[in-house]
C-alpha cells in the first residue's frame, strides 16, 4: 500500500482543534457526548513503517474498497454441507490450536475503514513514540511473557504438564484468561484505553452534568466517569479502573488509575495510568485520544488517538458464557489427558 511521509509532529501529545460551535451541547453549554459510536477501524494500533505516517487519501479510499470487495466475498461465499472434519489437532495452519476452526467472516466486525485524524488517515492509532509502535517492555514485563508463553503452548493431545512436573494450563478455571472467563472483553475493548476488537466495537455514552457513563457492548461493561469526583482511596481496585474527570475548555479529560493486578490492557499491571481526553469533531464524530503510564509493563508512556463515528445500529447483548459449554469443555478435555497419562504410567509400571 502506498504511503506518504509527512514532516514529523510538532507536539508529542497534540490534542484535536476546539469543538466546533455547532455541536450537541448540555443545559451547562459543555459539549455533549451522548449517543451510540461504532469504534471499529482497519487502522492498525502500531505502525509497520516508522518513516511513513499518513495514507495518502486515494489510496485509503482503494485499499478500503478492496477490503469491503473481499468480505463481501467472503460473507457470500456457499460452504460445503457434507465437508469433513478437521484432523485431530488440526490441521497444523495459523489458528487455535492448529486451526481446527472457529469464527467465519459472519462473525468478525473489525471495520473496512481507516479512522481520518484532523483531515488525514494516520498509518497507525499510536503516535507516540513517534515511530508509531509502543515501546519496549521492562525486564518484569519479559519475564511475565515468558512465563506466561511456557504455560501455554501447542496442544500436543497429551498431559505433557504432568510429564514435565509443571502446573497445567487448564488446572483451574483461574488459569484461563480473563477474555475466556468473560470478565474482561479482548482487545482491552472496555479499557482503558479503549482500543478497536474483532468485534462488538459498539460504545453506547450517557452523559450528565456529574458523570459520563460507557456502556461496551463485549462483556457489557460499564464505565461510570465522575465529573469533578475524586479518586477513591488506594486499596481499593477494580478492573476497570476509577476513572474521574475535568474539563479543560471543550474536552474532557479522563484520569484513571486504581486498576487491580490484571486490567483489560495486556501486558499492564496495577501501576497502569490512563489519562484519557474527549473532544467533539462534528455532531457525528468523537476525537478519542489516549496516554499510558504504566512503569511495571514499558519503558515509556505511550498514546494514541482515533475517531468514533456515531452510527444508528443497535447494541447487542453480549451472552459470552450463558448456555457455553466450552469453560467445562476445557477443563474437562483436560482431565481426560490427565486420566489416559495416569493409566499409562500404571501400565507401564505394572507391565499389563
Not at 287 to 294: A, E, M, N, R
Amino acid at each position: 500500500m502506498k504511503t506518504l511521509a509527512i514532516a514529523a509532529i510538532t507536539s508529542l501529545f497534540a490534542i484535536p482543534l476546539a469543538a466546533a460551535e455547532d455541536v450537541p451541547r448540555t443545559a451547562s453549554g459543555k459539549p455533549d457526548f451522548s449517543g451510540t459510536y461504532d469504534t471499529k477501524t482497519i487502522t492498525p494500533l502500531e505502525r509497520s513503517d516508522p518513516n511513513s505516517l499518513v495514507i495518502d487519501a486515494t489510496d485509503a479510499e482503494n485499499y478500503s474498497k478492496g477490503v469491503k470487495a473481499r468480505n463481501q466475498a467472503a460473507d457470500n461465499r456457499v460452504s460445503d454441507p457434507n465437508r469433513s472434519a478437521p484432523p485431530e489437532g488440526g490441521d497444523g495452519s495459523r489458528g487455535p490450536a492448529g486451526n481446527v476452526g472457529g469464527y467465519n467472516r459472519f462473525w468478525i466486525d473489525n471495520g473496512d475503514e481507516f479512522t481520518k485524524v484532523d483531515g488525514e488517515y494516520p498509518t497507525s492509532i499510536v503516535y507516540y513514540p513517534e515511530n508509531g509502535r509502543r515501546p519496549g517492555w521492562t525486564e518484569a514485563a519479559i519475564g511475565r511473557w515468558s512465563q506466561f508463553r511456557a504455560h501455554w503452548r501447542q496442544n500436543t493431545g497429551t498431559a505433557y504438564w504432568l510429564e514435565e512436573g509443571i502446573a497445567g494450563p487448564s488446572d483451574h478455571p483461574e488459569y484461563l484468561t480473563l477474555s475466556d472467563r468473560c470478565l474482561l472483553g479482548f482487545s482491552s475493548t472496555g479499557g482503558p484505553p479503549m482500543l478497536p476488537a474483532l468485534y462488538n466495537n459498539i460504545k453506547r455514552v450517557v452523559q450528565s452534568e456529574d458523570t459520563l457513563m460507557i456502556l461496551i457492548e463485549m462483556v457489557h461493561d460499564a464505565r461510570i466517569i465522575r465529573i469533578g469526583g475524586e479518586h477513591v482511596p488506594d486499596d481499593v481496585r477494580k478492573w476497570l479502573g476509577d476513572s474521574v474527570a475535568w474539563w479543560e475548555d471543550d474536552t474532557l479529560v479522563v484520569d484513571t488509575t486504581n486498576f487491580n493486578d490484571t486490567p483489560a490492557l495486556g501486558g499492564a499491571t496495577r501501576e497502569l495510568h490512563v489519562v484519557e481526553r474527549f473532544s467533539m469533531v462534528d455532531d457525528d464524530t468523537l476525537h478519542y485520544d489516549f496516554t499510558v503510564t504504566d512503569p511495571g509493563a514499558w519503558k515509556d508512556k505511550w498514546s494514541g488517538r482515533y475517531t468514533w463515528p456515531k452510527t444508528d445500529d443497535q447494541m447487542y447483548e453480549y451472552a459470552c458464557h450463558e448456555g457455553n459449554y466450552s469453560m467445562q469443555g476445557i477443563l474437562k478435555g483436560a482431565r481426560v489427558l490427565e486420566e489416559d497419562w495416569y493409566a499409562q504410567k500404571e501400565q507401564e509400571e505394572t507391565g499389563e
